[in-house]
């Protein structure tokens, strides 16, 4: 069973409902930017987009990452605004401690190992479980802006292999 709760975004404002939406969501509350243009996109962002990320952990596309929250002694989840360009995604990994991802603009994908690929829109909240291999990006024709929430206590991400075209496409 998936996790999925729905956020609701008004400019630079975050609040998580405690309504729960179906397993395969259907609704359509995203504002998605149709040309996907860089500038288009830096107008819908909640937060700065940051820095682009020079890692061999994604691949297919450009990917930003706005570091909002590191871990620390007294809080051990970092929160991170990530912005993902058409295509892009991460390898397969998992979290010691599980992630949280708040989908806040375009349409993304996630998919857990030996599970269907979930397509997730604004207004979506994607719970990953601990230790469990997954990945997530986005689709060939959107952009997409997420907040990840990754719990630290555990450990770091272990990331593993590459997201096959075969896994991406299905």
Request: net charge negative; aromatic share 8%.
């Amino acid at each position: 069973m998936n996790n999925l709760k729905k956020i609701i975004t008004s400019g630079s404002f975050v609040a998580l409902t405690i309504v729960n939406v179906s397993c395969n969501p259907s609704s359509s509350n995203s504002n998605n930017i149709q040309d996907g243009s860089t500038s288009a996109i830096e107008n819908i962002l909640v937060f700065e987009r940051g820095e682009e990320v020079n890692s061999p952990n994604f691949t297919g596309g450009k990917v930003w990452l706005n570091n909002l929250v590191d871990a620390d002694s007294i809080n051990q989840n970092a929160v991170g605004s990530v912005t993902f360009e058409a295509g892009a995604r991460t390898k397969w990994h998992s979290h010691p401690a599980g992630q949280i991802i708040l989908a806040i603009d375009g349409e993304g994908y996630y998919q857990e190992d030996g599970k269907e690929k979930i397509v997730v829109k604004k207004g979506e909240v994607m719970k990953c479980p601990k230790d469990v291999p997954h990945w997530h990006g986005v689709s060939a024709q959107s952009h997409f802006v997420q907040v990840a929430i990754t719990g630290r206590e555990n450990g770091e991400t272990l990331w593993l292999k590459e997201v096959t075209d075969e896994d991406y496409n299905k």
